[in-house]
């Protein structure tokens, strides 16, 4: 992406690229499931709006202003190296989301291959549970699989496509967005469905806690790609005319729709077809395929729909393997070995097969001693990711746009107003360490 983007249009739809993925399609239901549904999208979408927002727009902004990714935008806009830290957390959250959202990217691609020939076929609850489990239970076949995704996203990287990727995704997002709104309408009529939209949208406060809400404000983060500078890179190669305010807008929107029409198909699924809302990370896995036996043209319908799930994944990769190669390539811009983007992109690359196969080994059980408190690598990683890096990644990003930049260095883009810098003064990290520190029951 050593080029900048065709259109304004592009922008938006290479963040939308990045936020629309397996964070709404796959992580978004079963963090539902897991916390008792409707309240707890409220606050998802609460915390969206009050923190999604000006995080997107923060984010975008330091791109913009500085034309550069993480690691050279705090350089440049802070004129020290003293907010280089926030580069480096960056660089540690997206290895760490990486290191399983791969996996997870290649249970896209096997479900795609079993949709194609028909595995799914006869298959009750049970069965797909079986199957997922059997599944889950073989590692090279993981790693085969996750390994596709990385060399897929790195030939992006390498061949530097990002015009193909776009008019790539100017078809596909709204086809996948299309088959959504289909099976969504589809589950309506279910015998059962109903009880599933009621979950999905009857609140019942009584579930709220404040590791509920630390979770809700993780998975806002995690589907909006905050926090871990993805969109400063992108903001880097807006036009200097492009609005900041409502494209970030705009991609908010989009990734709310995609994830509740993610749950409104899942959800019926989950009490028509008797699966637990507490399934687990393999709840969109095994109940979307229970789904598809019921549609018409089952093997391709199901085919093109994981088809779709796949570009929106990759194009989500292609984001946050994008952070770690530009952070590589100007974090040794200045010394006697600086490292061009292709070999960025094969250090990249090997670090996360690395990444993906120790994820897939400690998961499956082959390497039972790489846990982290008490969790495989695989749960380890999402939930810090979710609970600690994405938080804090965003909270130093506000600190630094509300504090340390210079105003004067922001006059004259339209989102320099007052409120908005109030809410990134004062608002957002009070709002993210109380929710931090109450989770952690500091406070
Ligand atoms: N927002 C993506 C999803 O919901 O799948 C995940 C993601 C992409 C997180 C890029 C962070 C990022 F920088």
């Not at 000006?54 to 190296?81: C, D, H, Q, W």
């Not at 690359?349 to 039972?368: F, Q």
Request: hydrophobic share 55%; charged share 10%; proline share 3%.
């Amino acid at each position: 992406m050593g080029n900048s983007f065709s259109s304004k249009i592009g922008v938006l739809l290479a963040a939308a690229g990045s936020a629309v993925g397996l964070g709404s399609i796959w992580k978004f239901p079963y963090t539902v499931g897991e916390n008792g549904g409707g309240a707890f999208i409220i606050l998802y979408i609460v915390c969206s709006l009050i923190f999604g927002l000006p995080l997107v727009m923060n984010e975008f902004l330091i791109g913009k202003l500085s034309g550069k990714s993480a690691y050279g935008a705090y350089r440049t806009l802070s004129g020290t190296g003293r907010w280089q830290w926030l580069s480096w957390m960056n660089l540690l959250s997206v290895l760490a989301i990486l290191s399983f959202y791969f996996v997870v990217t290649g249970w896209c691609f096997y479900y795609m291959a079993e949709a194609a020939t028909n595995s799914f076929a006869g298959m009750d609850a049970k069965a797909l549970e079986a199957h997922f489990t059997a599944f889950e239970g073989k590692a090279l076949l993981m790693i085969v699989y996750a390994v596709i995704g990385i060399v897929l996203t790195a030939s992006v990287l390498w061949f530097d496509v990002n015009k193909g990727i776009e008019r790539l995704s100017k078809i596909l997002m709204p086809l996948l967005f299309l088959i959504l709104i289909f099976m969504a309408i589809h589950m309506i009529f279910l015998d059962g469905g109903t009880t599933g939209l009621k979950y999905l949208f009857e609140p019942d406060f009584s579930k709220i806690t404040s590791k509920v809400i630390l979770q809700a404000m993780g998975l806002s983060f995690f589907t909006l790609s905050v926090g871990v500078g993805a969109l400063i890179t992108y903001g880097g190669y807006m036009p200097q005319d492009q609005n900041v305010r409502g494209t970030s807008l705009q991609m908010i929107v989009l990734v709310l729709i995609v994830s509740l029409l993610a749950g409104m198909i899942v959800f019926p699924a989950v009490f028509a077809y008797g699966f637990s809302p507490q399934e687990g990370p393999e709840l969109t896995f095994v109940t979307l395929p229970a789904v598809f036996q019921h549609m018409f043209a089952p093997t391709v319908t199901s085919t093109a729909f994981f088809a779709l799930m796949c570009v929106a994944a990759i194009t989500s990769t292609i984001s946050m393997m994008e952070v770690m190669v530009a952070f590589f390539c100007e974090a040794t811009a200045e010394t006697k070995r600086p490292l061009n983007r292709h070999h960025s992109v094969i250090v990249v690359s090997l670090i996360l097969i690395l990444a993906n196969i120790l994820s897939v080994l400690s998961m499956t059980g082959h390497a039972n001693w790489l846990s982290v408190m008490g969790m495989n690598l695989f749960d380890s990683a999402n939930a810090c990711v979710n609970n600690i890096l994405m938080p804090i990644g965003a909270l130093g990003a506000a600190l630094f746009t509300g504090w340390f930049v210079p105003k004067t260095r922001y006059q004259g883009s339209r989102v320099a107003s007052f409120i908005y810098l109030v809410i990134l003064r004062w608002i957002v990290p009070i709002g993210i360490a109380i929710i931090f520190l109450d989770s952690l029951n500091i406070i």
